[in-house]
């Protein structure tokens, strides 16, 4: 049964903007599936009705248009052909959607690299995932997410620094850009239910509130998840509005943007953390967010 729908009413439909319902009772979708491409959403165009109300008037500022960052993101995100930025990538990566593009790079993590990680899971305490709400708020809020976290300090050890460095190189920022890492686990049947990484969305507009640049929390503009382990019953990370699964396979991480050229929230990258299905598979990621600015 699937948890959160994707429907296109009739009267809407001709404008391609998909309008997206989501069951609060129920965690989302289980039909998960490897990487697909979906040709009706592979045209998507950037939704214009972005509102720009007196809260989220300040969009995001990138980085100046001479930085190596400024052109990595415009060739990753914004344009067909990512060759150059992904060239210094020397493993396989696959772009697995376009508009929004969306990438799959194997092997980011090394297998050591992911035991190393993996030793803080027997040694650590996991907290429970929270999500932002207005006003700089945040709750435990066990209908939209219920996967643990932990958070590491930067360049907590030599391992995580390796790591952040290794990001930071590829998207052409430093390390300090790059917001905490964050390893997030997921027991059979937990999730976190569709949301944005950059702010909250808005169900009925159909839209990405920017958050205020006061709030405490950095705003996201790029995220690359990592997958720490195989889980291929459940667990995928699901894009509703590209409607695309990416399955879980140890080392591999999936990169997008969270905002448009514009610097407005992007809402065609809404995604979810699907619960793994099986006793067999918890589910363990890794969180690399580079930010505006702290
Ligand atoms: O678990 C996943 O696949 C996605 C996790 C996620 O979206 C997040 O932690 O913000
Ligand atoms: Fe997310």
């Known amino acids: 049964m699937s948890k959160a729908t994707v429907a296109v009413p009739a009267k809407e439909a001709a404008n391609q903007h998909p309008q997206i319902t989501i069951d609060q009772e129920a965690p989302p979708s289980e039909e998960a599936t490897t990487v697909t491409i979906s040709p009706d959403h592979a045209s998507h165009r950037p939704d214009k009705r972005l509102r720009r109300t007196p809260r989220n008037t300040q969009c995001i500022r990138f980085p100046p248009k001479t930085s190596l960052c400024y052109r990595r993101l415009n060739e990753l995100f914004f344009s067909a052909t990512p060759d150059t930025a992904l060239s210094s990538y020397k ?7 376009a508009e929004p593009n969306i990438y799959v790079l194997e092997n980011f993590l090394t297998t050591k690299e992911i035991s190393h990680l993996m030793d803080f899971v027997a040694t650590k ?11 700089n708020t945040s709750s435990i809020d066990r209908w939209h997410r219920t996967s643990t976290f932990l958070s590491f300090a930067k360049q907590h050890d030599k391992t995580i620094a390796t790591i952040e460095q290794r990001a930071a190189d590829l998207l052409g920022i430093q390390p300090r850009a790059l917001e905490a890492l964050q390893l997030v686990r997921y027991e059979q049947g937990q999730f976190f239910g569709i949301h944005h990484d950059l702010g909250i969305y808005d169900e009925e507009e159909d839209t990405v509130e920017l958050p205020p640049k ?8 790029v995220t690359l998840f990592c997958y720490l382990n195989d889980c291929s019953e459940g667990g995928a990370t699901y894009f509703p509005k590209a409607q695309l699964r990416v399955q879980p396979v140890a080392g591999s ?4 943007s969270n905002v448009l050229s514009d ?3 992007d809402v065609r990258t809404l995604h979810a953390g699907e619960p793994p299905t099986s006793t067999q598979c918890v589910k363990y990621g890794l969180n ?4 505006e600015e702290f």
């Open 214 to 221: 006061t709030t405490w929390s950095p705003r996201r503009l």
């Open 91 to 97: 493993k396989p990566w696959r772009k697995v959607h």
């Open 288 to 291: 690399i967010w580079f930010c």
């Open 125 to 135: 305490r996991f907290q429970r995932s929270f999500v932002d709400g207005e006003n």
């Open 263 to 265: 610097g407005m929230p």
């Open 253 to 256: 991480a999936v990169l997008f």
